[in-house]
């Protein structure tokens, strides 16, 4: 599958909490945007989707690298219900990532 949307930078623990808790209130009431530097990106969510946690660690340099990952996936009907990219003027709450 092709990357729609892609973002990731350092950030402090208040600040990845709160984009989280924005995730979670999109998925609850069934509508995503996420917003980077480059792009916009609003996503319907399901009533009924799967998810998965994983948690790995590795070695790095100055102790143990650990990665918590968190992954939703779901069926659309189609590719326009399944991501629609949007311009400055999409509506609903986004969040800068």
């Known amino acids: 599958m092709p990357d729609l949307f892609e973002a ?5 623990r208040e600040t990845v909490a709160d984009l989280l808790r924005t995730v979670a209130d999109g998925v609850e009431t069934g ?3 996420l917003v980077s530097e480059d792009a916009r990106l609003a996503l319907e969510v399901p009533a009924d989707l ?3 946690l994983e948690v790995e660690t590795g070695r790095a340099a100055d102790g143990v690298a650990v990665e918590l990952e ?3 996936s779901w069926v659309a009907g189609d ?4 991501a629609v990219p949007t311009g400055p003027e999409a509506t ?4 800068d990532v």
């Open 31 to 33: 509508s995503v945007a």
């Open 79 to 82: 590719e326009h219900e399944a």
């Open 92 to 95: 609903g709450e986004t969040k």
């Open 70 to 72: 968190c992954e939703l």
């Open 8 to 12: 990731g930078r350092p950030a402090s």
């Open 50 to 52: 799967e998810y998965e």
